[in-house]
Protein backbone atom coordinates (compact mmCIF):
# COMPACT_ATOMS: atom_id res chain seq x y z
CA UNK A 1 0.00 0.00 0.00
CA UNK A 2 0.94 3.64 -0.70
CA UNK A 3 2.19 5.49 1.65
CA UNK A 4 -0.38 8.95 2.47
CA UNK A 5 1.39 10.59 5.13
CA UNK A 6 5.05 11.21 5.75
CA UNK A 7 6.65 13.15 8.68
CA UNK A 8 9.93 13.54 7.78
CA UNK A 9 12.56 14.61 10.24
CA UNK A 10 10.57 16.69 12.45
CA UNK A 11 12.36 18.77 14.66
CA UNK A 12 9.96 20.97 17.49
CA UNK A 13 12.11 24.00 19.48
CA UNK A 14 10.03 26.20 21.76
CA UNK A 15 11.47 29.58 22.72
CA UNK A 16 11.49 29.94 26.32
CA UNK A 17 12.49 33.46 28.51
CA UNK A 18 15.35 30.53 29.44
CA UNK A 19 16.33 29.63 26.43
CA UNK A 20 15.10 27.48 23.69
CA UNK A 21 13.39 24.13 24.48
CA UNK A 22 13.83 21.15 22.30
CA UNK A 23 10.20 19.24 22.44
CA UNK A 24 10.73 17.07 19.26
CA UNK A 25 14.09 16.02 18.10
CA UNK A 26 14.00 13.76 14.40
CA UNK A 27 10.61 12.10 14.49
CA UNK A 28 10.28 10.39 11.49
CA UNK A 29 7.33 8.21 10.63
CA UNK A 30 5.48 7.07 7.19
CA UNK A 31 1.84 6.06 7.69
CA UNK A 32 0.65 4.08 4.77
CA UNK A 33 -3.13 4.65 3.61
CA UNK A 34 -5.81 2.62 5.84
CA UNK A 35 -3.41 2.40 8.14
CA UNK A 36 -4.56 2.75 12.32
CA UNK A 37 -1.10 4.21 13.96
CA UNK A 38 -1.19 4.89 17.80
CA UNK A 39 1.22 7.50 19.21
CA UNK A 40 1.85 6.19 22.81
CA UNK A 41 3.88 8.22 25.82
CA UNK A 42 4.64 9.49 29.01
CA UNK A 43 2.48 12.90 29.82
CA UNK A 44 4.80 15.73 28.20
CA UNK A 45 7.17 13.37 26.08
CA UNK A 46 5.70 15.79 23.28
CA UNK A 47 2.76 13.17 21.61
CA UNK A 48 0.50 16.44 20.75
CA UNK A 49 3.18 18.01 19.53
CA UNK A 50 3.27 15.70 16.61
CA UNK A 51 -0.20 15.78 15.81
CA UNK A 52 -0.44 19.35 15.98
CA UNK A 53 2.43 19.76 13.40
CA UNK A 54 0.30 16.94 11.13
CA UNK A 55 -2.69 19.33 11.48
CA UNK A 56 -0.07 22.17 10.97
CA UNK A 57 -1.86 23.88 14.41
CA UNK A 58 2.18 24.21 15.15
CA UNK A 59 4.60 24.12 12.28
CA UNK A 60 7.70 22.19 12.52
CA UNK A 61 11.26 24.17 13.35
CA UNK A 62 12.76 21.71 11.06
CA UNK A 63 11.33 19.02 8.71
CA UNK A 64 7.96 19.02 7.63
CA UNK A 65 4.68 16.46 6.76
CA UNK A 66 3.91 15.38 3.65
CA UNK A 67 0.55 14.77 2.84
CA UNK A 68 0.13 12.78 -0.92
CA UNK A 69 3.19 13.87 -1.35
CA UNK A 70 2.93 17.50 -1.25
CA UNK A 71 4.20 19.55 2.02
CA UNK A 72 0.96 20.62 4.20
CA UNK A 73 1.27 23.90 5.63
CA UNK A 74 -2.16 25.08 6.75
CA UNK A 75 -4.74 23.76 9.03
CA UNK A 76 -6.95 21.55 6.64
CA UNK A 77 -10.53 19.78 6.88
CA UNK A 78 -8.25 16.85 4.95
CA UNK A 79 -6.57 15.95 8.44
CA UNK A 80 -9.59 16.37 10.74
CA UNK A 81 -8.86 16.62 14.04
CA UNK A 82 -10.74 14.82 17.23
CA UNK A 83 -10.23 17.20 20.06
CA UNK A 84 -9.35 15.93 23.82
CA UNK A 85 -12.03 17.71 25.55
CA UNK A 86 -14.73 17.09 22.31
CA UNK A 87 -14.66 20.96 21.61
CA UNK A 88 -18.08 21.04 20.46
CA UNK A 89 -19.33 24.52 19.95
CA UNK A 90 -21.86 24.78 23.19
CA UNK A 91 -23.86 27.25 21.57
CA UNK A 92 -25.23 24.64 18.58
CA UNK A 93 -26.72 21.39 18.58
CA UNK A 94 -25.27 18.09 17.47
CA UNK A 95 -26.68 18.39 13.79
CA UNK A 96 -25.57 22.41 13.56
CA UNK A 97 -22.27 21.44 15.10
CA UNK A 98 -21.73 18.54 12.07
CA UNK A 99 -24.01 21.27 9.56
CA UNK A 100 -20.79 23.81 10.12
CA UNK A 101 -18.01 21.60 9.20
CA UNK A 102 -19.91 20.23 6.10
CA UNK A 103 -20.83 23.53 4.65
CA UNK A 104 -17.57 24.48 4.90
CA UNK A 105 -16.06 21.28 3.23
CA UNK A 106 -18.21 20.52 0.68
CA UNK A 107 -19.73 24.18 -0.21
CA UNK A 108 -19.65 23.75 -3.94
CA UNK A 109 -19.72 19.89 -4.03
CA UNK A 110 -23.34 18.80 -2.19
CA UNK A 111 -26.75 20.15 -2.50
CA UNK A 112 -28.66 21.05 -0.11
CA UNK A 113 -30.29 17.73 0.37
CA UNK A 114 -27.40 15.63 0.32
CA UNK A 115 -25.95 17.80 2.72
CA UNK A 116 -28.48 16.67 5.07
CA UNK A 117 -28.59 12.91 4.29
CA UNK A 118 -25.02 13.12 4.73
CA UNK A 119 -24.78 14.56 8.34
CA UNK A 120 -27.71 12.06 9.31
CA UNK A 121 -25.07 9.15 7.86
CA UNK A 122 -22.84 10.52 9.95
CA UNK A 123 -25.03 10.31 13.44
CA UNK A 124 -26.28 7.15 12.48
CA UNK A 125 -22.87 6.18 12.37
CA UNK A 126 -21.89 6.65 16.11
CA UNK A 127 -25.43 6.09 16.84
CA UNK A 128 -26.30 9.51 17.83
CA UNK A 129 -29.07 10.21 15.49
CA UNK A 130 -31.81 10.22 18.69
CA UNK A 131 -30.00 13.08 19.95
CA UNK A 132 -29.03 15.33 16.88
CA UNK A 133 -31.27 18.57 18.25
CA UNK A 134 -29.57 18.77 21.61
CA UNK A 135 -27.01 20.95 22.70
CA UNK A 136 -23.12 19.53 24.21
CA UNK A 137 -24.55 20.96 27.46
CA UNK A 138 -27.68 17.95 27.56
CA UNK A 139 -25.88 15.20 26.81
CA UNK A 140 -22.90 13.39 28.22
CA UNK A 141 -19.35 13.18 27.64
CA UNK A 142 -19.07 10.45 25.99
CA UNK A 143 -21.88 11.64 23.78
CA UNK A 144 -20.23 14.69 23.27
CA UNK A 145 -17.49 12.74 22.00
CA UNK A 146 -19.19 10.68 19.20
CA UNK A 147 -20.29 13.74 17.95
CA UNK A 148 -16.83 15.31 18.43
CA UNK A 149 -15.66 11.97 15.88
CA UNK A 150 -18.79 11.94 13.67
CA UNK A 151 -18.09 15.78 13.23
CA UNK A 152 -14.17 14.81 11.87
CA UNK A 153 -15.71 11.73 9.97
CA UNK A 154 -18.06 13.50 7.99
CA UNK A 155 -14.93 15.90 6.97
CA UNK A 156 -14.24 13.13 4.91
CA UNK A 157 -10.38 13.40 6.21
CA UNK A 158 -7.69 11.47 4.37
CA UNK A 159 -5.87 11.05 7.88
CA UNK A 160 -7.97 11.52 10.91
CA UNK A 161 -6.48 12.40 13.82
CA UNK A 162 -7.32 12.17 17.57
CA UNK A 163 -5.85 13.42 20.46
CA UNK A 164 -6.41 11.16 23.74
CA UNK A 165 -10.61 10.90 21.90
CA UNK A 166 -11.46 8.85 25.09
CA UNK A 167 -9.34 10.36 27.82
CA UNK A 168 -11.86 12.48 29.58
CA UNK A 169 -14.33 9.52 29.65
CA UNK A 170 -14.82 6.75 32.29
CA UNK A 171 -13.52 3.10 32.04
CA UNK A 172 -17.16 1.69 30.82
CA UNK A 173 -17.71 4.40 28.45
CA UNK A 174 -14.17 4.23 27.15
CA UNK A 175 -14.73 0.85 26.27
CA UNK A 176 -18.08 1.35 24.41
CA UNK A 177 -16.47 3.84 22.51
CA UNK A 178 -13.20 2.19 21.22
CA UNK A 179 -16.10 -0.90 20.09
CA UNK A 180 -17.46 1.99 18.05
CA UNK A 181 -14.78 2.65 17.23
CA UNK A 182 -13.54 -0.30 15.74
CA UNK A 183 -17.03 -0.42 14.27
CA UNK A 184 -16.72 2.15 12.51
CA UNK A 185 -12.80 1.75 10.97
CA UNK A 186 -14.28 -1.16 9.89
CA UNK A 187 -16.70 0.46 7.92
CA UNK A 188 -14.54 2.97 6.63
CA UNK A 189 -11.18 2.03 6.62
CA UNK A 190 -9.92 5.63 7.58
CA UNK A 191 -5.99 6.59 7.76
CA UNK A 192 -6.01 7.19 12.04
CA UNK A 193 -3.39 8.45 14.10
CA UNK A 194 -4.34 8.19 17.50
CA UNK A 195 -2.82 9.79 20.96
CA UNK A 196 -3.47 7.39 23.86
CA UNK A 197 -1.96 6.86 27.34
CA UNK A 198 -3.76 3.52 27.25
CA UNK A 199 -2.12 0.59 26.54
CA UNK A 200 -4.65 -1.60 26.52
CA UNK A 201 -6.63 1.17 24.01
CA UNK A 202 -3.52 1.29 21.78
CA UNK A 203 -2.85 -2.44 21.67
CA UNK A 204 -6.84 -2.68 20.73
CA UNK A 205 -7.06 -0.49 17.84
CA UNK A 206 -3.84 0.26 15.86
CA UNK A 207 -2.14 -1.87 13.66
CA UNK A 208 0.98 -0.06 14.27
CA UNK A 209 1.82 1.21 17.85
CA UNK A 210 4.48 4.31 17.90
CA UNK A 211 6.20 4.47 21.54
CA UNK A 212 7.76 7.81 22.37
CA UNK A 213 10.40 8.44 24.42
CA UNK A 214 10.72 11.21 27.21
CA UNK A 215 11.16 14.41 26.22
CA UNK A 216 13.22 16.82 26.12
CA UNK A 217 14.02 16.09 22.55
CA UNK A 218 11.63 13.13 22.43
CA UNK A 219 11.63 10.93 19.76
CA UNK A 220 10.30 7.84 18.60
CA UNK A 221 11.74 5.08 20.72
CA UNK A 222 10.11 1.72 19.46
CA UNK A 223 7.61 0.78 16.28
CA UNK A 224 5.70 -2.02 17.11
CA UNK A 225 3.17 -3.91 14.59
CA UNK A 226 0.08 -5.15 15.50
CA UNK A 227 -0.90 -8.18 13.29
CA UNK A 228 -4.00 -9.26 15.37
CA UNK A 229 -6.93 -10.09 12.59
CA UNK A 230 -9.73 -8.19 12.50
CA UNK A 231 -12.48 -7.39 13.56
CA UNK A 232 -10.92 -7.97 17.22
CA UNK A 233 -12.74 -8.82 20.27
CA UNK A 234 -11.67 -7.73 23.45
CA UNK A 235 -13.01 -10.39 25.35
CA UNK A 236 -11.24 -13.31 23.37
CA UNK A 237 -7.86 -11.71 23.14
CA UNK A 238 -7.94 -11.43 26.97
CA UNK A 239 -6.49 -14.56 26.97
CA UNK A 240 -4.69 -14.72 23.19
CA UNK A 241 -0.75 -14.96 23.64
CA UNK A 242 -0.28 -12.67 21.02
CA UNK A 243 -2.16 -9.69 22.35
CA UNK A 244 -0.76 -10.39 25.93
CA UNK A 245 2.75 -10.72 24.29
CA UNK A 246 2.25 -6.76 22.52
CA UNK A 247 0.68 -5.69 25.46
CA UNK A 248 3.98 -6.61 27.66
CA UNK A 249 6.25 -5.16 25.27
CA UNK A 250 4.52 -1.81 25.23
CA UNK A 251 4.66 -1.72 29.21
CA UNK A 252 8.20 -2.53 29.10
CA UNK A 253 8.61 0.25 26.52
CA UNK A 254 7.04 2.20 29.26
CA UNK A 255 7.96 1.37 32.81
CA UNK A 256 11.34 -0.07 32.37
CA UNK A 257 12.86 1.68 29.27
CA UNK A 258 11.44 4.96 29.65
CA UNK A 259 10.32 5.23 33.19
CA UNK A 260 9.14 8.66 33.71
CA UNK A 261 10.82 9.63 37.03
CA UNK A 262 8.83 12.62 38.61
CA UNK A 263 11.05 15.82 38.71
CA UNK A 264 10.36 17.82 41.59
CA UNK A 265 11.41 21.80 41.40
CA UNK A 266 14.20 22.57 43.75
CA UNK A 267 12.86 25.24 45.60
CA UNK A 268 10.47 23.23 47.07
CA UNK A 269 12.49 20.02 47.30
CA UNK A 270 14.87 22.25 49.79
CA UNK A 271 11.88 23.52 51.70
CA UNK A 272 10.28 20.00 52.23
CA UNK A 273 12.59 17.48 51.69
CA UNK A 274 11.30 14.80 53.77
CA UNK A 275 7.83 15.15 51.92
CA UNK A 276 9.52 14.90 48.76
CA UNK A 277 11.41 12.21 49.99
CA UNK A 278 8.43 10.00 50.84
CA UNK A 279 6.87 11.14 47.38
CA UNK A 280 9.80 10.40 45.38
CA UNK A 281 9.66 6.72 47.47
CA UNK A 282 5.95 6.14 46.61
CA UNK A 283 6.35 6.85 42.90
CA UNK A 284 9.08 4.44 42.27
CA UNK A 285 7.17 2.01 44.12
CA UNK A 286 4.01 2.30 42.02
CA UNK B 1 -47.96 -9.57 48.66
CA UNK B 2 -48.29 -7.17 45.79
CA UNK B 3 -51.28 -5.47 47.18
CA UNK B 4 -49.80 -4.59 50.25
CA UNK B 5 -46.77 -3.18 48.17
CA UNK B 6 -49.19 -1.44 45.86
CA UNK B 7 -50.57 -0.14 49.12
CA UNK B 8 -47.75 1.33 50.97
CA UNK B 9 -46.61 2.25 47.15
CA UNK B 10 -49.92 4.31 46.54
CA UNK B 11 -49.20 5.78 51.03
CA UNK B 12 -46.34 6.97 50.39
CA UNK B 13 -46.64 8.50 46.77
CA UNK B 14 -48.80 11.69 47.99
CA UNK B 15 -47.06 12.09 51.23
CA UNK B 16 -43.94 12.79 49.23
CA UNK B 17 -45.82 14.72 46.53
CA UNK B 18 -47.43 16.20 49.34
CA UNK B 19 -44.10 17.33 50.68
CA UNK B 20 -42.62 18.61 47.19
CA UNK B 21 -45.55 20.33 46.63
CA UNK B 22 -45.23 22.31 50.25
CA UNK B 23 -41.74 22.85 49.47
CA UNK B 24 -42.45 24.82 46.49
CA UNK B 25 -45.05 26.76 48.35
CA UNK B 26 -42.69 28.05 50.72
CA UNK B 27 -39.91 28.31 48.45
CA UNK B 28 -42.06 30.75 46.42
CA UNK B 29 -43.46 32.19 50.21
CA UNK B 30 -40.02 33.02 50.64
CA UNK B 31 -38.89 34.41 47.21
CA UNK B 32 -42.42 36.86 47.65
CA UNK B 33 -42.43 37.37 51.58
CA UNK B 34 -38.58 38.34 52.19
CA UNK B 35 -38.54 41.09 49.68
CA UNK B 36 -42.01 42.51 51.21
CA UNK B 37 -40.90 42.04 54.56
CA UNK B 38 -37.67 43.91 53.53
CA UNK B 39 -39.75 46.85 51.48
CA UNK B 40 -41.99 47.16 54.64
CA UNK B 41 -38.98 47.84 56.93
CA UNK B 42 -37.47 50.23 54.85
CA UNK B 43 -40.79 52.39 54.63
CA UNK B 44 -41.16 52.25 58.25
CA UNK B 45 -37.99 53.72 58.81
CA UNK B 46 -38.12 56.03 55.55
CA UNK B 47 -41.17 57.50 57.85
CA UNK B 48 -40.48 57.57 61.11
CA UNK B 49 -36.79 59.70 59.71
CA UNK B 50 -38.53 61.69 57.23
CA UNK B 51 -41.17 63.01 59.95
CA UNK B 52 -38.32 64.23 62.87
CA UNK B 53 -36.50 65.86 59.50
CA UNK B 54 -37.31 69.65 58.91
CA UNK B 55 -35.69 71.64 55.81
CA UNK B 56 -36.42 75.17 55.13
CA UNK B 57 -38.71 73.75 52.30
CA UNK B 58 -40.63 71.66 54.71
CA UNK B 59 -40.55 68.22 56.80
CA UNK B 60 -38.56 65.77 55.00
CA UNK B 61 -41.26 63.76 52.34
CA UNK B 62 -42.17 60.06 53.32
CA UNK B 63 -43.82 57.59 51.86
CA UNK B 64 -47.44 59.24 51.86
CA UNK B 65 -45.90 62.52 50.25
CA UNK B 66 -44.36 60.96 47.72
CA UNK B 67 -48.07 58.66 46.96
CA UNK B 68 -49.46 61.92 46.88
CA UNK B 69 -47.18 63.20 44.45
CA UNK B 70 -47.53 60.28 41.77
CA UNK B 71 -50.98 60.98 41.71
CA UNK B 72 -50.82 64.85 41.68
CA UNK B 73 -47.60 64.12 38.87
CA UNK B 74 -50.18 61.81 36.69
CA UNK B 75 -52.70 64.42 36.94
CA UNK B 76 -50.98 67.55 35.90
CA UNK B 77 -50.09 65.19 32.39
CA UNK B 78 -53.43 64.40 31.84
CA UNK B 79 -54.66 67.78 32.67
CA UNK B 80 -51.68 69.07 30.17
CA UNK B 81 -52.55 66.37 27.50
CA UNK B 82 -56.10 68.12 27.41
CA UNK B 83 -54.79 71.85 27.22
CA UNK B 84 -52.63 70.15 24.44
CA UNK B 85 -55.64 68.70 22.38
CA UNK B 86 -58.26 71.69 23.13
CA UNK B 87 -54.99 74.15 21.67
CA UNK B 88 -55.36 71.80 18.63
CA UNK B 89 -59.08 71.89 17.94
CA UNK B 90 -59.18 75.22 18.61
CA UNK B 91 -56.21 76.11 15.99
CA UNK B 92 -58.02 73.00 13.55
CA UNK B 93 -61.35 75.54 14.17
CA UNK B 94 -59.76 79.11 13.43
CA UNK B 95 -58.10 77.80 10.16
CA UNK B 96 -61.20 76.34 8.51
CA UNK B 97 -62.86 79.74 9.82
CA UNK B 98 -59.95 81.26 7.98
CA UNK B 99 -59.96 78.79 4.68
CA UNK B 100 -63.78 79.63 4.72
CA UNK B 101 -63.28 83.38 4.11
CA UNK B 102 -60.80 83.40 2.20
CA UNK B 103 -59.64 80.06 0.13
CA UNK B 104 -56.37 81.32 -0.69
CA UNK B 105 -55.02 81.25 2.82
CA UNK B 106 -52.19 78.76 4.07
CA UNK B 107 -53.46 77.64 7.00
CA UNK B 108 -50.98 77.77 10.04
CA UNK B 109 -49.89 74.89 12.07
CA UNK B 110 -48.25 75.66 15.15
CA UNK B 111 -47.04 72.97 17.61
CA UNK B 112 -48.42 72.64 21.23
CA UNK B 113 -45.21 74.45 23.28
CA UNK B 114 -46.59 73.54 26.86
CA UNK B 115 -44.27 72.61 29.56
CA UNK B 116 -43.14 68.92 30.11
CA UNK B 117 -44.62 66.68 32.37
CA UNK B 118 -42.81 64.32 34.68
CA UNK B 119 -44.26 61.42 32.19
CA UNK B 120 -42.81 63.24 29.38
CA UNK B 121 -39.43 63.36 30.77
CA UNK B 122 -39.26 59.88 32.31
CA UNK B 123 -40.09 59.09 28.35
CA UNK B 124 -37.28 61.46 26.88
CA UNK B 125 -34.43 60.39 29.19
CA UNK B 126 -35.60 56.63 28.77
CA UNK B 127 -35.38 57.35 24.75
CA UNK B 128 -32.16 59.01 25.31
CA UNK B 129 -30.49 56.55 27.26
CA UNK B 130 -31.38 53.89 24.95
CA UNK B 131 -30.39 55.74 21.70
CA UNK B 132 -26.90 56.61 23.49
CA UNK B 133 -26.57 52.83 24.69
CA UNK B 134 -27.16 51.13 20.97
CA UNK B 135 -24.78 53.97 19.56
CA UNK B 136 -22.85 52.88 22.13
CA UNK B 137 -22.97 49.02 21.00
CA UNK B 138 -22.62 49.66 17.37
CA UNK B 139 -19.01 51.02 18.07
CA UNK B 140 -17.81 48.77 20.94
CA UNK B 141 -18.69 45.30 19.87
CA UNK B 142 -17.15 45.43 16.32
CA UNK B 143 -14.49 47.60 18.03
CA UNK B 144 -13.97 44.96 21.26
CA UNK B 145 -13.56 42.18 18.52
CA UNK B 146 -10.82 43.35 16.72
CA UNK B 147 -8.81 44.54 20.01
CA UNK B 148 -9.60 40.63 21.14
CA UNK B 149 -8.72 39.18 17.47
CA UNK B 150 -5.93 41.32 17.07
CA UNK B 151 -2.77 41.51 19.43
CA UNK B 152 -1.35 44.33 17.88
CA UNK B 153 -4.29 46.53 17.58
CA UNK B 154 -4.53 45.95 21.35
CA UNK B 155 -1.05 46.88 22.39
CA UNK B 156 -2.10 49.84 20.18
CA UNK B 157 -5.64 50.97 21.41
CA UNK B 158 -5.26 49.82 25.09
CA UNK B 159 -3.43 52.50 26.72
CA UNK B 160 -6.28 55.42 25.08
CA UNK B 161 -8.98 53.28 26.62
CA UNK B 162 -7.39 52.71 30.06
CA UNK B 163 -6.71 56.60 30.28
CA UNK B 164 -10.25 57.17 28.71
CA UNK B 165 -11.76 54.70 30.54
CA UNK B 166 -11.55 56.51 33.98
CA UNK B 167 -12.96 59.69 32.96
CA UNK B 168 -16.33 61.13 33.83
CA UNK B 169 -18.40 61.85 31.05
CA UNK B 170 -19.72 64.95 32.55
CA UNK B 171 -16.11 66.26 32.51
CA UNK B 172 -16.58 65.99 28.66
CA UNK B 173 -20.28 67.65 28.92
CA UNK B 174 -18.60 70.96 28.12
CA UNK B 175 -16.90 69.99 25.12
CA UNK B 176 -19.35 68.18 24.01
CA UNK B 177 -21.86 70.85 24.69
CA UNK B 178 -19.35 73.22 22.43
CA UNK B 179 -18.83 70.51 19.54
CA UNK B 180 -22.74 69.74 19.14
CA UNK B 181 -23.61 73.47 19.18
CA UNK B 182 -20.47 74.41 16.20
CA UNK B 183 -20.98 71.42 14.61
CA UNK B 184 -24.22 70.20 14.09
CA UNK B 185 -26.07 73.69 12.82
CA UNK B 186 -28.87 72.50 10.48
CA UNK B 187 -32.19 75.31 9.79
CA UNK B 188 -34.70 72.24 10.50
CA UNK B 189 -32.47 69.87 12.67
CA UNK B 190 -34.26 66.06 12.79
CA UNK B 191 -33.30 66.08 16.36
CA UNK B 192 -32.66 68.35 19.49
CA UNK B 193 -29.64 69.59 20.20
CA UNK B 194 -29.92 68.90 23.85
CA UNK B 195 -30.63 65.40 22.75
CA UNK B 196 -27.35 64.90 20.83
CA UNK B 197 -25.46 66.49 23.71
CA UNK B 198 -27.35 63.89 26.27
CA UNK B 199 -26.98 60.76 23.75
CA UNK B 200 -22.80 61.98 23.26
CA UNK B 201 -22.84 61.44 26.66
CA UNK B 202 -24.02 58.26 27.21
CA UNK B 203 -22.74 57.27 24.41
CA UNK B 204 -19.10 58.36 25.92
CA UNK B 205 -19.63 56.48 28.97
CA UNK B 206 -21.15 52.94 27.86
CA UNK B 207 -18.11 52.22 25.33
CA UNK B 208 -15.71 51.21 27.54
CA UNK B 209 -17.06 48.72 29.40
CA UNK B 210 -18.54 46.93 26.01
CA UNK B 211 -15.34 47.58 24.60
CA UNK B 212 -13.42 45.80 27.49
CA UNK B 213 -15.46 43.37 27.85
CA UNK B 214 -15.86 42.75 24.59
CA UNK B 215 -12.30 41.91 23.68
CA UNK B 216 -11.86 40.03 26.94
CA UNK B 217 -14.54 37.66 26.01
CA UNK B 218 -12.48 36.90 22.40
CA UNK B 219 -9.65 36.55 24.14
CA UNK B 220 -10.30 34.72 26.36
CA UNK B 221 -12.46 31.88 23.98
CA UNK B 222 -11.70 28.73 24.44
CA UNK B 223 -8.65 27.48 22.31
CA UNK B 224 -9.96 24.52 20.84
CA UNK B 225 -13.01 26.25 19.11
CA UNK B 226 -10.06 28.18 17.51
CA UNK B 227 -8.69 25.13 16.44
CA UNK B 228 -11.77 23.77 15.38
CA UNK B 229 -12.42 26.58 12.84
CA UNK B 230 -8.85 26.41 11.87
CA UNK B 231 -8.76 22.75 10.88
CA UNK B 232 -12.55 23.69 8.82
CA UNK B 233 -10.54 26.34 6.91
CA UNK B 234 -13.15 28.44 7.68
CA UNK B 235 -12.63 31.97 5.99
CA UNK B 236 -12.16 35.23 8.40
CA UNK B 237 -15.62 36.63 8.36
CA UNK B 238 -17.21 32.84 9.01
CA UNK B 239 -14.77 32.63 11.94
CA UNK B 240 -16.02 35.88 13.63
CA UNK B 241 -19.85 35.29 12.86
CA UNK B 242 -19.80 31.44 13.88
CA UNK B 243 -17.30 31.60 16.37
CA UNK B 244 -16.06 34.51 17.69
CA UNK B 245 -19.48 36.22 18.09
CA UNK B 246 -21.70 33.42 19.86
CA UNK B 247 -18.56 32.76 21.89
CA UNK B 248 -18.06 36.19 23.49
CA UNK B 249 -21.97 36.78 23.29
CA UNK B 250 -21.89 35.97 27.10
CA UNK B 251 -18.85 38.45 28.13
CA UNK B 252 -20.92 40.94 25.25
CA UNK B 253 -23.74 40.93 27.71
CA UNK B 254 -21.80 41.55 31.21
CA UNK B 255 -20.35 44.48 29.56
CA UNK B 256 -23.51 45.71 27.98
CA UNK B 257 -25.39 45.40 31.75
CA UNK B 258 -22.43 46.91 33.29
CA UNK B 259 -23.00 49.69 30.34
CA UNK B 260 -26.21 50.41 30.45
CA UNK B 261 -26.25 51.02 34.73
CA UNK B 262 -23.86 53.59 34.39
CA UNK B 263 -25.37 55.33 31.42
CA UNK B 264 -28.68 55.71 33.09
CA UNK B 265 -26.86 57.54 36.07
CA UNK B 266 -24.83 59.45 33.98
CA UNK B 267 -27.72 60.57 32.16
CA UNK B 268 -29.46 61.82 34.86
CA UNK B 269 -26.50 63.82 35.97
CA UNK B 270 -26.11 65.27 32.91
CA UNK B 271 -29.12 66.33 32.74
CA UNK B 272 -29.11 68.09 35.72
CA UNK B 273 -26.27 70.10 34.49
CA UNK B 274 -26.73 70.80 30.74
CA UNK B 275 -30.54 71.73 31.63
CA UNK B 276 -31.26 69.10 28.79
CA UNK B 277 -35.13 67.67 28.82
CA UNK B 278 -35.40 64.41 31.03
CA UNK B 279 -35.60 63.71 34.51
CA UNK B 280 -32.58 65.69 35.17
CA UNK B 281 -34.00 68.60 34.44
CA UNK B 282 -37.28 67.58 36.12
CA UNK B 283 -35.25 67.24 39.59
CA UNK B 284 -32.74 70.49 39.27
CA UNK B 285 -36.65 72.46 38.45
CA UNK B 286 -38.05 71.09 40.92
CA UNK B 287 -35.05 71.86 43.60
CA UNK B 288 -35.01 75.85 41.77
CA UNK B 289 -38.36 76.07 42.19
CA UNK B 290 -38.08 75.28 46.70
CA UNK B 291 -42.43 74.93 46.33
CA UNK B 292 -43.61 73.02 49.58
CA UNK B 293 -43.87 70.02 46.94
CA UNK B 294 -41.05 70.23 45.87
CA UNK B 295 -39.22 67.72 47.97
CA UNK B 296 -41.35 65.08 47.47
CA UNK B 297 -41.67 65.53 43.91
CA UNK B 298 -38.01 65.45 44.03
CA UNK B 299 -38.29 62.01 46.16
CA UNK B 300 -40.57 61.00 43.39
CA UNK B 301 -38.22 61.43 40.68
CA UNK B 302 -35.51 59.66 42.93
CA UNK B 303 -37.34 56.42 43.23
CA UNK B 304 -38.74 56.49 40.05
CA UNK B 305 -34.99 56.59 38.48
CA UNK B 306 -34.18 53.72 40.89
CA UNK B 307 -37.02 51.75 39.60
CA UNK B 308 -36.20 52.46 35.57
CA UNK B 309 -32.74 51.56 36.10
CA UNK B 310 -33.64 48.36 37.73
CA UNK B 311 -36.01 47.63 34.83
CA UNK B 312 -33.93 48.54 32.47
CA UNK B 313 -31.01 45.60 33.95
CA UNK B 314 -33.84 43.46 34.34
CA UNK B 315 -34.58 43.97 30.19
CA UNK B 316 -30.80 43.42 29.24
CA UNK B 317 -30.91 40.43 31.54
CA UNK B 318 -34.27 38.70 30.05
CA UNK B 319 -32.65 39.80 26.61
CA UNK B 320 -29.17 37.76 27.44
CA UNK B 321 -31.50 34.62 28.71
CA UNK B 322 -32.92 34.52 25.07
CA UNK B 323 -29.73 34.95 22.97
CA UNK B 324 -27.16 33.95 25.11
CA UNK B 325 -26.17 30.11 25.00
CA UNK B 326 -24.81 30.14 28.74
CA UNK B 327 -27.55 30.10 30.82
CA UNK B 328 -25.32 30.37 33.78
CA UNK B 329 -23.93 33.52 33.44
CA UNK B 330 -27.28 34.89 32.81
CA UNK B 331 -28.50 33.94 36.52
CA UNK B 332 -28.26 37.39 38.29
Known amino acids: MSIILDISKVDMVFPTPKGDFTALKGVDLQIKKGEFISLIGHSGCGKSTVLNIVACLHRATLGGVLLNNKEVTEPGPERAVVFQNHSLLPWLTAYQNIELAVKQVFKNKMSPAEMKEWIEHNLRLVHMDHAKDKRPDEISGGMKQRIGIARALAMKPEVLLMDEPFGALDALTRAHMQDSLMEIQQKLNNTVIMITHDVDEAVLLSDRIVMMTNGPAATIGEILDVNLPHPRNRLALAEDVEYNRLRSAVLTFLYEKQRKVEVIPTAESTKTTEKAGIKQNTSSVA | ?332
Not at chain 2, 44 to 49: A, G
Not at chain 2, 168 to 187: D, G, N, Q
Not at chain 2, 255 to 277: F, K, N, Y
Not at chain 2, 313 to 328: A, G, P, V
Open chain 2, 1 to 332: MTAVISKKALGIAPMSNNKMIMSFISEKVQALILPMAGIFCFMLLWSLTASSIDTSLGKFPGPHAVATQVVNLIDEHNAERDKADVFYIRQDERNKVRMAKDPSYQPKVRIYTGKETFLDQILTSLVTVISGFLVAAVIAIPLGIAIGLSKTLNTAINPIIQIFKPVSPLAWLPIVTMVVSALYVSPDPMFAKSFITSLITVTLCSLWPMVINTSFGVVSMNQDWVNVSKVLSLPKHVHIQKIVLPASIPAIFTGMRMSLGIAWMVLIAAEMLSQSPGLGKFVWDEFQNGSSQSLSRIMTAVLTIGLIGYLLDRTMLQLQRILSWDKSSAQL
